[in-house]
């Protein structure tokens, strides 16, 4: 499968607007590149993933029980077996490619994509991937958040499982999507893929070591930039 230049959908700011709850969020400073460009070793990932990791990433997807997405994804979020760097397996490593990560994307159609790196966002292709290994249908650009505005069903009273799709407030285009778990006033919790980050990695200013967890993320109904970087765009339930 020959893979086509693309940009992947993801939100882009600048911290000068974020508050000081979200500082360590690595969703504040995603860039775009192209999609080959993300794991092009000239530019990404310098040192590639070995190949102890790589068996040890598919002895997990072996391991896996989850059949419905929610409970994939939770799987994936409870993962306690780390690399060759001792770092775990759920988040994105500092130095070299994590293997589940890349495979997430091998897995749901972009067979090319090499091992060098895993400094592209990853929330839509963690949750595709999800989707796809316990039989639901994946949209048609599935490494994109906004895809999933054209998915599944819209709904209005969320259920844990259906899918939140955000917006980036600056750009329509842009965006984060998970899973959705409950919500507490104007304030969702959101259960997915390239969440959090704390620490630094070989990725560049902004691409901390995101991992698969439950984060905080507000409703926004305002596109108060004051509030958070994205608003809900919409709740989807997969068919």
């Not at 090319?112 to 990853?122: A, I, L, Q």
């Not at 691409?207 to 958070?228: E, H, M, T, Y």
């Amino acid at each position: 499968m020959r893979i086509a230049r693309r940009t992947f959908l993801t939100g882009v700011a600048s911290t000068l607007f974020a508050s000081p709850v979200m500082a360590d969020d690595d969703r504040l400073e995603y860039r775009e590149y192209s999609f080959t460009d993300y794991f092009s070793p000239r530019l990404r990932g310098r040192y590639p993933v070995r190949p102890e990791d790589i068996k040890a990433a598919n002895a997990i997807v072996d391991s896996l029980k989850g059949n419905d997405c929610y409970s994939a994804m939770d799987e994936l979020s409870r993962i306690t077996e780390v690399g060759s760097t001792g770092e775990l397996f759920n988040m994105r490593w500092k130095t070299f490619a994590n293997p589940l990560i890349v495979r997430f994307f091998h897995d749901i159609g972009y067979k090319n994509t090499p091992y060098p790196g895993d400094c592209t966002p990853w929330c839509a292709a963690t949750l595709s991937w999800c989707l796809k290994r316990t039989g639901k249908r994946i949209p048609s650009d599935p490494a994109s958040s906004q895809s999933y505005l054209r998915y599944g069903k819209p709904v209005t009273d969320p259920q844990q499982g259906d899918i939140c799709v955000f917006g980036d407030v600056g750009d329509r285009a842009h965006g984060h999507v998970g899973l959705f778990v409950s919500r507490s006033g104007d304030t969702l919790s959101v259960l997915g893929g390239n969440q959090f980050g704390e620490s630094e990695t070989n990725c560049g200013a902004g691409f901390r070591k995101s991992k698969i967890a439950v984060a905080q993320i507000p409703i926004n109904p305002k596109k108060d930039r004051k509030v958070g970087i994205h608003y809900l765009a919409a709740y989807v339930r997969p068919v």
